[in-house]
């Protein structure tokens, strides 16, 4: 059992900044995740359990940086050049084993964190 709890959302302007994190009970490969009202829960980026391999979604690749310290066993999530359209709730999530991309790909997820981008 991995448990996972978020910090770091709130409201900013656009082109602002915001780090999330992520703190786990375990090290696993981890992914971001957001999900939009109405929308469906779309991938983010992820990092492997070491830390070399990274993933980004085309929409936020050069603007979101995934990182982990492995000794805090906490994962981030550094979005700069934020925009009206990265408004959702973020989610972190462990994968235990397979591919990455879908949320069906992670075994536990924390609570939600709420970024709010203003126009």
Do not use: H
Not at 106 to 113: E, V
């Amino acid at each position: 059992q991995v448990q996972l709890v978020e910090s770091g959302g709130g409201l900013v302007q656009a082109g602002g900044s915001l780090r999330l994190s992520c703190a786990a009970s375990g090290r696993t490969f981890m992914g971001w995740f957001r999900q939009a009202p109405g929308k469906e829960r779309d991938f983010v980026a992820a990092i492997s359990s070491s830390g070399p391999s990274t993933y980004y979604a085309d929409s936020v690749k050069g603007r979101f940086t995934i990182s982990r310290d492995n000794a805090k066993n906490t994962v981030y999530l550094q979005m700069n050049s934020l925009k009206p359209e990265d408004t959702a709730v973020y989610y972190c999530a462990a994968r235990i084993r397979g591919s990455y991309l879908l949320p069906d790909d992670y075994d536990y997820w924390g609570q939600g964190t709420q970024v709010t981008v203003s126009s």
